[in-house]
Each structure stands twice: as structure tokens, then as C-alpha cells.
């Protein structure tokens, strides 16, 4: 059982919700939730709607005059204000609010309240009439830094309109490893493309009135053990510099995002919220940020966050609050201190108008429109990555004979978008079935056959095959019991873990986990698929709350997967939807094989039709066993609300697939970077981030490692060919100017993604290559276009540790040019040089 009551005021979002490190640590806060969890009416409030009692003006409050600048705009409101007024401000109102971070109104001050409101991928947090984007990490497949500004222009006007003047992303940590759950929400292993990402949806974002608060500063990239000092992250100042850091200086610096988040990650001894080095050296004195920094959810962990550089502590005051107060009455903390917290939330919210023109949406107003959806399929569309193609792709919409649409992620179990804070609640949802059937012309057929159970459907294990029975684990609880394999074959085991509470039950067998069920929106049954002998005997444990232990045994699984094998082979192609529904905020997962028996599906359908093509919805990189036995693999993301149409569009060719990998696919997780356990999730309370700079393609490429699809790689119905580089050195030897030409080298119009990978001298100690450019291009058949890439000092420079800066290295850099970071696919190769910065 959950321990702590839910938050009942909005239904699908229950508050608060159970972080481990706060439950294990206070008592004292569990019963300050209990008393702030009264049920009520779901709240419909606007930020705004509290902000300016009647009768006030200019008069009373004379910085509401906006001719005035900022700064003395700021200073007049701070002169008018108490401690205690100062400490309202900085502190959360807990979880009774309409926003999932809250700043309180001060009517006096004609100050309106302020809500914070998720998210990277859309309105979050159960909120209704909003559009569910593809995930983040298919806007970055997209490499389109137009689609990207739209983007965020939707995700601005909508939680505008719903009141929240701020919204909590993008999220734009690092994709260190291809396990972390979150994944999904964020966008690359690359920090370029990070940064070309979040700049142009931030600028999206913010072009609507909207604040951005970019996420979490900084190298948070697990959920295992998150928030405790066991996420202890031992990382070089070089790595964050060059791989953790760039996204958020040019969040702060190019779009002038007006706020940042601090993470839960705790960085060489110090947690985020409490770093000193992030908030104070990183942020404020060298790339000079005037906006504020909130806490993550519980992320700060003393009071000298203030000092340190945390400016409002979300969604609780436990640090500050009373605790702040009393360290200023005692003289532990100056009053200066809070002054600047305060002085950088108001010089952000004058910026934003906040005070003279505050939203006055309303959490219950419908805010999706037509224009928003279509941005929401352009988007899964341009993103949509084809690995594989033998020419099976397109299908014909007319005159296609009969398809096979397969899988219970085609239609019963659809997987439109990731779980936790980032899950967004769509308004309509098109599935891949829906979409294929409402684009098929005459003489094309689609019939659809499930396959495989849906995780939810599974029947529990009988006490002949498990002793103990199962019985519900309750929060923090454990089963253990042994299973006996009546037969041999693939089982699917599954556990429900219905607490809606981020914290994650684990299932595992004969000591190796499965899965971990962080119990967040919108999935709480998790599987997986395991082989068992009959007659041998399993240990089965479970750690943690559950409701369910169901399983489907072989003679279960037989009739469905032969049913769609039998089906597939009558039919002139088929198509399996396969999903990962397992990602999530809150959990890692344990491996990259797909859960339920997907895996058996696509082997089964590909053995029994050679045009078998598989699609992939999964915010990160999932293993395909089957991968030689099909003829074709389309990777679609999450793709949002907008599934089956863009699907459609795709697989019958009225688009082009143009996505690119936004990061890379192992062959298996020998590969990854952070394979062992020492560096992913870490030993003994240390994640060593010891691969250094050497992240994601990085790695590969240092270390002549295959994978399965390299960084940036994509296929297209057409080809390209690149000729013509030309690397024209600029005035003063700083900016350097590269162009080549792109040809469609094919039958069809489409798109390409040309990319720059830059290779320093020797003396710089980088890996082979690094992104440097990108540019999306579309062309008919044998046209030609020239791309034009601009090298900058910043891209020509690398953190030298001894000189603790940023410096251009003298010598020979290699420039590469073609359509992914896969040397086979850079076809020009030219080279220049620089003398010593
Ligand atoms: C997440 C943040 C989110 C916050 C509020 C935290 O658990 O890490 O990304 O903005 O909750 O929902």
C-alpha cells in the first residue's frame, strides 16, 4: 500500500508524489503532505486570477510602469518587501495548487502568482485539451531547427493559455546511456545538436510570452538511485564542459532562457541544487545568467542552496521557508542573499510582463488546436527514421493487396508517448492501424491481428506453478517465491504496480532484473519475455509495491503468434508494430530487448512473409534480434497523438522518410560507453562518467566499434550523392566556411540531412569526430544544392583542463562531410589549419 495519501485535487496526477530519498529521510515531511493532501474539485485556476485585487495601479505599485528599466523596476519592488514577503517567494506552496510548481500571489506588491506547469514534450501533468507531441528525441531526429522553434511555439501557447506562465523544459540532458528512462524526453548523445535544439524550442517557446525553464542542470542522466547521495556522479570539469555543459550555455546565453532547473544528480560530492560550482562559477560567472534557478522536485537538500546558487525551492519550502528565515534572523545566511534570489525571479518576470500582463488562462481551457495537431504530425513525420529497406517500402496505398497490420502495439496497447512528469494526455489518438486503414486506396487491404496478449490482459500464475502463491507486495514490500516451468519456451511475466507513487518495483529472475515499474502515467504493467525449462525451478522476486504477477505461458503465446504468422503469409506484406512501453521517468531499464514476446512475433511473421516490415515506437534504442530476417525497419519514436496518420503518410511514401539517429543503436550493451557497472548505475554510491568525452558516437568512433546504426544515421525512399567541398578559411583565421553539394542521386523527391563532422588536431585529445554543422535538405530528382556550414572559435575549441578554459589547438582539422557520423557515410574529406589561440 502507498503510504502516503494522494493528492486528489486532479485526477491522473496525483500529488504528492513518494521520492525514496525524501520518504526514507522525514518523517517530519511526511506528515506535513498528510496535511496538505485534502481532497477536493479538481483546481481550475489561472496564475494570474489572484494577481491584482481591484483598484490597484500605477499609484500603489510604481513598478508596474514598464518605461522604467528592469533593474530599477526590481529594486523598487525589493525595497517595499519584508524578509518574510522575500521568503514567499523563494519558497513552494506544496502540492494543493493548480500547477505542479506554484510562486504565490502578493497582492500588495501587485505581484501575480506565478505557475510552472511540465513540459518537454507538451502540457503535462494530467492536464486535458493539449496536444501530445512526438517525444523530444523525435524532434531531434528531425535535425530541423524550424520544426524545432514550432515546436516550442506549441508547448508556449499552450501552457499559456492553460495560465502556467513558465514551462519546465526542454528537457536537455545528455543521452549518456541508451537505458536511462528518460531518454525519450530528452533529445541526443550529441551536445551540438542539443544545443541547435533547445535553443530553437526555446526560442519557440519564449516567442509566445511564455518563460522556459530548461532542464535539469546538470549531468543527470540515470533515474537509478536518483536524488541520493548514491548518485554520486565523478565527473572531469573537461566532460561537463564539453559534453554536459554546451546545451545549457546556449539555452542561457543564445535563447536567453529565463530560467533553469537543477537537477537531482549529485555531482562530485555535491548535489545540483547545492553545487556551487554548476550554479555559482558555471552559471552566473562565466556564462553570466540573470535569470533564476527552481529545484527539481525535492532536489534541493540544505538551505545553503540559497548561497549556493538555488534561487526557489519546488514544490515544497522545506529548506526555505521557515528554515531560510531563521538562517537571515540569525545571521547564518545575509539578507543579500535573498534579495538576489528575489531580484532574479522579478527581473525574469518583468522581462515576461509577467506583472502587467499575465496569463489568464485557466487549467480546464481547451488549448489544442487544428494547427498545433498538424505540427504535432509534421513532426512525427520529418522524424521518422527508416534503418532498413530492401525495397519493400513504400507500400502501395492502391492496388496493395492485403496487409498485415501485427502486434497489440498497432492497436489494442498503442505507445504513443513516454511515462512520468513529460507523459502528456492527448486528446485523440490515432493508432498505427487506424492510420494505415484510413490511407489505403482501392484495391489495398488492411486486416489486423493481434498477435500477442496485452501486458494487462495476462492471467495470474497459477499456486501449482509458484510457491508461495503470489500475494500483493505492499509499498517498499517483497515476494519471493519459486517457479516451476511446466513446459519449455517463452514465458511473459508481468507485474502491476498501480501506486502512481515514481517509485520503482523491480521483478527478477534467478537474481537478474527484468524491469523496474516506477508506477507514473500512463503504463503500471510492465513485462518481458523469458526462457524457461520445463521442469527446472526459478527464484521469482519482486522489490517493492505490486498488485499483479501475471504471466503467459508458451501454449498461450502459440495460438496468437501463429494466428499473425499464418495470416502474414496469405497477405502481400505485413507490418508489426513492436513498442517499448517501459520508458519512463523514475526507472532505468535493465536491458534494450523489447518487452512481452514482440521479439518471437517479429521472427515468426518475417519467417512466414519476406515483406516483413517492422516499426519501432520507443523513445531510445531497443535490440532487434530479428534485424537480418526482415526486410525493412522504421523507427517512428514516440510519436504522439498524431501515430497512424504520420505513420501512414510514411510507410505508404506521401513522405519521405527523412529522420536521422539522434543517437547511437547498439549492437548490444558490450558497446555502449558506460557498459560497466562501475559507470552505469554506478558502485558503492559513484557513477564514474570514466568514458569521458568519449560519449555516445564519440566512443564508437575512439574505439572502432560497430554498431548496429551509427549517430545520424537515416534512410530515404531516394539517394544522395556529395561532391564539391570547399573549406574557405575566414578574416583573422577564426571562422572558418565549409560548402558541398548534396544531389538526389535517385527516383523520388526527398530529404537529406548533410552533417559536419569536424576531427581536431592530435594535441587536442577529442575523439575521431564531433558534429559541427547540420542541414537539412530537400531535392527532386537529380537536383543539387549547396550547404553552407559556418565553424565558429567555439567549434573549433576544446576545454583544456590545465588552463581551466576553452582553447583553439593549433595544427591540422579534418573536416568531413556526408550523412551520418559513420566514416563509410562521409563521403568528402578536406582538411585546414589553425595556429594555437
Ligand atoms: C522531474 C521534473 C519535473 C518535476 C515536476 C520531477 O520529478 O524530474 O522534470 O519538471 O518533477 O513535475
Known sequence: MNPLPRNGRRPGRPRPRIRRATLAATASLTLSLLALAAPGAPAAATAGDRALPAGDSLAKCAWLNQKLSISTRVHMVLSRMTLANEIRMVGGQGTSEPYVFYMAAQPPFCMPAMGLEDGPVGVGDGLHGVTQLPSAVSLAATFDRSLAQQYGKVIGQEEWGKGAAVNLGPTINIDRDPRWGRSFEAYTEDPFLNGAMAVN??????????????????????????????????????????????????????????????????????????????????????????????????????????????????????????????????????????????????????????????????????????????????????????????????????????????????????????????????????????????????????????????????????????????????????????????????????????????????????????????????????????????????????????????????????????????????????????????????????????????????????????????????????????????????????????????????????????????????RNLSQVPASTLQRFPGVNGRVHYSEGIDVGYRWYDAKNITPMFPFGYGLSYTTFGFSNLNITPGKGGTAVTVTATVTNTGHVAGTDVAQLYLGDPPVAGEPPRQLKGFQRVTLSPGQSSTVTFTLNKQDLAYWKTSANKWVVPGGQFHVYVGDSSALANLPLHGSFAMVKS
Not at 548518485?231 to 555543459?245: A, C, G, K
Not at 527464484?539 to 508458451?554: E, R
Not at 512501453?581 to 532505468?588: I, V, W, Y
Open 201 to 666: 524550442e526555446i526560442n519557440g517557446v519564449q516567442s509566445t510570452k511564455e518563460m522556459s525553464q530548461v532542464k535539469h542542470f546538470a549531468a543527470y542522466n540515470q533515474e537509478t538511485k536518483r536524488n541520493t547521495p548514491r548518485d554520486n556522479v565523478i565527473v572531469s570539469p573537461r566532460t561537463l564542459n564539453e559534453i554536459y555543459f554546451p546545451g545549457f550555455k546556449a539555452s542561457v546565453q543564445q535563447a536567453r532562457a529565463g530560467s533553469v532547473m537543477c537537477s537531482y544528480a549529485m555531482i562530485n560530492g555535491a548535489f545540483a541544487c547545492n553545487n556551487a560550482y554548476l550554479l555559482r562559477t558555471t552559471l552566473d560567472e562565466r556564462w553570466h545568467f540573470p535569470g533564476f534557478v527552481t529545484s527539481d522536485y525535492g532536489a534541493l537538500h540544505s538551505t545553503r542552496g540559497a548561497v549556493q546558487g538555488t534561487s526557489m525551492e519546488q514544490p515544497f519550502d522545506r529548506f526555505y521557508g521557515a528554515a531560510l528565515l531563521n538562517a537571515v534572523r540569525q545571521g547564518r545566511i545575509p539578507r543579500s542573499v535573498v534579495d538576489g534570489m528575489c531580484a532574479r525571479i522579478l527581473t525574469e518576470m518583468f522581462r515576461f510582463h509577467l506583472f502587467n500582463n499575465p496569463p489568464t488562462g485557466n487549467t480546464r481551457d481547451k488549448v489544442t488546436t487544428r494547427g498545433h495537431q498538424a505540427v504535432a504530425t509534421r513532426v512525427a513525420e520529418a522524424g521518422t527514421v527508416l534503418l532498413k529497406n530492401d525495397g519493400t517500402l513504400p507500400l502501395s496505398a492502391s492496388n496493395g493487396g492485403e496487409v498485415a497490420v501485427i502486434g497489440p502495439a498497432a492497436s489494442a496497447a498503442t505507445s504513443d508517448t513516454g511515462g512520468g512528469s513529460a507523459y502528456v494526455t492527448a486528446p485523440f489518438s490515432v493508432t498505427p492501424l487506424q492510420g494505415l486503414t484510413a490511407a489505403a486506396g482501392s484495391g489495398t487491404t488492411v486486416r489486423y491481428h493481434q498477435g500477442l496478449p496485452a501486458d494487462t490482459s495476462l492471467a495470474a500464475i497459477p499456486s501449482t506453478d509458484l510457491s508461495p502463491p503470489y500475494s500483493p507486495t505492499p509499498f517498499g514490500g517483497r515476494y519471493t517465491g519459486t517457479l516451476t516451468a511446466p513446459k519449455t519456451g517463452t514465458y511473459v511475466l508481468a507485474v502491476t504496480n498501480p501506486c502512481r507513487c515514481y517509485d520503482a518495483t523491480t521483478l527478477s529472475v534467478n537474481g537478474t532484473p527484468l524491469f523496474s515499474i516506477p508506477s507514473t502515467p500512463p503504463v503500471h504493467t510492465y513485462s518481458a519475455s523469458v526462457r524457461l525449462t520445463a521442469g527446472h525451478r526459478y527464484i521469482i522476486k519482486i522489490t517493492g509495491g505490486s498488485s499483479a504477477l501475471t504471466w503467459a505461458t508458451p501454449s498461450v503465446l502459440a495460438p496468437g503468434i501463429n494466428a499473425a504468422a499464418a495470416a502474414a503469409k496469405a497477405a502481400s506484406a505485413a507490418v508489426v508494430v513492436v513498442s517499448d512501453d517501459t520508458e519512463s521517468e523514475a526507472a532505468d531499464r535493465f536491458s534494450l530487448s523489447l518487452p512481452s514476446a514482440q521479439d518471437e512475433l517479429v521472427s515468426a511473421v518475417a519467417a512466414a512473409n519476406p515483406h516483413t516490415v517492422v516499426v519501432v515506437n520507443a523513445g531510445a534504442p531497443v535490440a532487434m534480434p530479428w534485424l537480418n530476417k526482415v526486410a525493412a525497419v522504421v523507427d517512428a519514436w514516440y510519436p504522439g497523438e498524431s501515430n497512424g496518420t504520420a505513420l501512414a503518410s510514411v510507410l505508404y511514401g506521401n513522405t519521405d522518410p527523412s529522420g536521422h539517429l539522434p543517437v547511437t543503436f547498439p
